[in-house]
Nanobody
Framework: QVQVVESGGGLVQPGGSLNLSCVVSGSIDTISAMFWHRQAPGKSRELVARINDIRGPNYPDSTRGRFFITADKRKNAVFLQMNNLKPEDTAVYYC?????????????WGQGTQVTVSS
């Protein structure tokens, strides 16, 4: 069984910054890739950052240059530094990892952490 806990969200003004954290615990054999997604009200979940050992970090156009993903595999943790936040970044942010977690190939969705960008 695997547990996912995201934290670090909050209310921030446009142009501000937040640093999100995600820690995974439980049955972890290997981690091959880590991701951050978000879901805004009324919208589908979207990828905002990913990282793996081969390709390094990668971002969609909407977050490139503002968001930065880092990982600490020794601690089974992934982080998301978000700078120059915009109101359209308001969403619940979730992390996900791929690899081997007992019989599973990815972690379950956690509760997420709410990010609200508003003046």
């Amino acid at each position: 069984q695997v547990q996912v806990v995201e934290s670090g969200g909050g209310l921030v003004q446009p142009g501000g910054s937040l640093n999100l954290s995600c820690v995974v615990s439980g049955s972890i054999d290997t981690i091959s890739a880590m991701f951050w997604h978000r879901q805004a009200p009324g919208k589908s979940r979207e990828l905002v950052a990913r990282i793996n050992d081969i390709r390094g970090p990668n971002y969609p156009d909407s977050t490139r240059g503002r968001f930065f993903i880092t990982a600490d595999k020794r601690k089974n943790a992934v982080f998301l530094q978000m700078n120059n936040l915009k109101p359209e970044d308001t969403a619940v942010y979730y992390c996900k990892m791929e690899g081997r977690f007992g019989s599973a190939r990815s972690t379950p969705w956690g509760q997420g952490t709410q990010v609200t960008v508003s003046s």
